[in-house]
């Protein structure tokens, strides 16, 4: 009789997770470069698994059931979205496969779509609150100013001409995509390589890819299930209380 305390129990902690991812999408439906992400689960095929053995450690198999869902993975939605005109100097995006490189201060390195970069303190340029965007050399890239003509292949030059850099706009090879870690940055588990065909459009960013209605149906679904779920189960609870008083006094 306590079996659908598992069912119930693990269908507010799934749909509780849900929400949580459905709510980093919709607070991020305006960070530039943001992917969009999906949370799914998966039943537990063999929870409970009863056995009878011998001293020969034969066994038979007696039966097996799943009482609860459990997360299964986040999926990633990689498609690119539009891109918004801002004017800005130091804002960068990528139109097709690739990502900017950004070397954090633990010179760990990671990989970002968005583009709104700025300058720091020593004149490099940075994605804010992260670390320093790196070149098609792997070398942070130092500017000292936004007066600046970029190029559709990443070359960055003065307002005179001189070169400065060229910013470096990175792939994984075919059908490889980096995982997006905590911080909403991908890392990548091989080696990455220069992309050749992705073109660089400066004073504008790429758009986050959530759809704002979908987010909002999915959120919708997934509060009434937890609800009904939580309700349930205040519901079998009164019923098993039901059952020790009233059937124990028989």
Do not use: C
């Not at 698994?49 to 039966?63: A, F, P, S």
């Not at 490189?101 to 633990?106: E, L, N, S, W, Y």
């Not at 804010?128 to 942070?140: A, H, K, N, Q």
């Not at 009904?228 to 098993?240: F, P, R, W």
């Amino acid at each position: 009789m306590y079996k659908g305390f598992y069912n119930l129990t693990s269908a507010m902690l799934t749909h509780g997770r849900n929400l949580n991812v459905i709510s980093n999408n919709m607070a991020n439906v305006s960070t530039s470069g943001y992917k969009t992400d999906t949370f799914t689960a998966v039943t537990f095929d063999d929870v409970m698994w009863t056995r009878v053995g011998n001293k020969d450690k034969q066994y038979v198999d007696l039966g097996n059931q799943s009482y609860i869902t459990a997360p299964s993975q986040l999926y990633t939605d990689y498609s690119q979205e539009g891109f918004d005109i801002t004017g800005n100097a130091l804002d960068f995006a990528i139109e097709g496969d690739g990502y900017f490189a950004v070397m954090t201060g633990d010179n760990q390195r990671f990989y970002t779509r968005a583009g709104n970069f700025t300058l720091d303190d020593e004149g490099y340029l940075t994605l804010p609150g992260f670390g320093r965007i790196l070149d098609t050399e792997g070398v942070p890239i130092f500017l000292m100013t936004d007066k600046l003509n970029v190029t559709t292949d990443g070359t960055i030059n003065s307002q005179y001409g001189d070169f400065m850099a060229r910013i470096g706009v990175y792939t994984f090879g075919e059908d490889a995509a980096p995982p997006k870690n905590a911080m909403g940055l991908f890392e990548a588990d091989g080696e990455a390589q220069l992309s050749e065909n992705a073109r660089v459009r400066n004073g504008m960013v790429e758009r986050a890819n959530v759809d704002w209605v979908q987010q909002i149906t999915r959120m919708i679904s997934a509060q009434r299930a937890y609800q009904s779920a939580a309700q349930l189960s205040k519901i079998y609870d009164e019923v098993m209380v039901k059952s020790a008083t009233d059937l124990g006094r028989m």
